[in-house]
Each structure stands twice: as structure tokens, then as C-alpha cells.
């Protein structure tokens, strides 16, 4: 199938960074595996190319049973609350946890810095939280607690060994670049926040 701007742009820096991945081949998706502190699990990277939009999602390696289902959505309920880069989803008719980093690309410029920013910010915060949701999820953990020790925590004590020697460095770099921006970010009392419905769209058919 034809393959778009932003599709190149997101497999390129894929390739650069080293990173092995797989083209999926009726779908502008790349699906890859990422290891953490805490787990691996599959990622996808999707080019929504009619949308502009690069949509990145880490899946949780293991699916809620269903009498787990409450817990885990007040997890990720209470982890998505004061998220400003991406959320958590979950689906309900099997129990699958993602989560989702996103950008809108609607100039003809994509970068790779851009590409690695919604990538990165996509794996570190999975990998801080996923400790916790396997606890909620196994060992019979409160959400509250799980959470209040996750965010206790400075986000420099979290440590991530990727699938190359770079991994660390490139984390520390993001990690750095976030907090930058973050620190020019004003909040207006007076806004209230809204869903963005096309957000929400899963990858395409095939790609999960």
C-alpha cells in the first residue's frame, strides 16, 4: 500500500534510533517491542496520514480478567488525572491497557526530535506505572496506594534498559526536554477540559 510523509518520517527515525520493527502490510503501522525496568510489551506506531496525525501506543503485556476490571479503571483513572502528554485507554471487552502518546502534523515538517518526543514520553510513563497496575491487577494492590507510591517517586529515580545502548542516554534527554517545556506551561482556572473524540480512534484492524 502507498505509504504517506508522516509514515516515512516516523520510519525513519525508527531506523536511525536502531530500533527493529516490523511493517505491517495493510496499514500505515510499524509494530515493535520495548523493554523496560518493569516489562515488555509490543508497541505501535500509526500514520494517520488523512488526519496528519502520529499516534503512538505501548500495550500492557497482560489483559485485566474481568473481575479486575473496576480496580484497574480507577488505576489508570487516577494515573490519567494531571496527564498533559498522553493517556491511559482501556478496553473493556477483554481487558487491554494502553497507552497513547499523540501530535498533530499538519506542516509539512516532521523532524525526528518530534517523532522521539511522543515516543519516549510514550514508554517512560508505561514503565512507571506498569509496577503498579501488575500489583492492582495481581496481588490484590489498591489503586490509591499503587498510584501515591508511583507519584512519590521523582522521575529521575525511574530507570529504563531498552533494546540498545543508547536507550538511557536518549530517556534522560527527553525527560529533560519535557520538564522544559513543562516549566512554561500556565493553567487557566477558569478552563475546563475537553475529550477529543478522534483521539480515541484504536489502530487500524490488524494492527492489535
Excluded: H
Aim: aromatic content about 12%; hydrophobic content about 40%.
Amino acid at each position: 500500500m502507498a505509504r504517506g510523509r508522516i509514515y516515512e518520517a516516523v520510519k525513519n527515525f525508527f531506523v536511525e534510533d536502531d530500533w527493529k520493527f516490523y511493517e505491517m502490510d495493510d496499514a500505515p503501522v510499524l509494530m515493535m517491542t520495548f523493554s523496560g525496568k518493569n516489562g515488555r510489551w509490543t508497541c505501535y506506531a500509526q500514520a494517520r496520514e488523512a488526519q496528519e496525525q502520529f499516534v503512538f501506543y505501548s500495550v500492557c503485556p497482560i489483559n485485566a480478567p474481568p473481575e479486575k476490571i473496576p480496580s484497574v479503571v480507577e488505576f489508570i483513572t487516577r494515573a490519567n488525572y494531571g496527564m498533559i502528554i498522553g493517556n491511559f485507554e482501556l478496553d473493556y471487552n477483554d481487558g487491554e491497557v494502553r497507552y497513547k502518546t499523540s501530535i498533530d502534523v499538519e506542516s509539512n515538517d516532521f523532524p525526528p526530535q518530534l517523532v522521539k518526543q511522543v515516543v519516549y514520553a510514550n514508554v517512560v510513563v508505561l514503565d512507571r506505572y506498569l509496577g503498579g497496575l501488575m500489583r492492582v491487577i495481581y496481588a490484590d494492590a489498591t489503586p490509591a496506594d499503587e498510584i501515591s507510591k508511583i507519584e512519590s517517586l521523582p522521575q529521575g529515580d525511574i530507570t529504563i534498559d531498552g533494546d540498545n545502548d543508547a536507550m538511557g542516554k536518549l530517556r534522560q534527554e527527553f525527560i529533560s526536554q519535557i520538564e522544559e517545556l513543562l516549566s512554561d506551561v500556565q493553567f487557566d482556572e477558569d478552563e475546563t477540559a475537553s475529550g477529543d473524540d478522534d483521539d480515541k480512534a484504536p489502530p487500524p484492524d490488524g494492527a492489535m
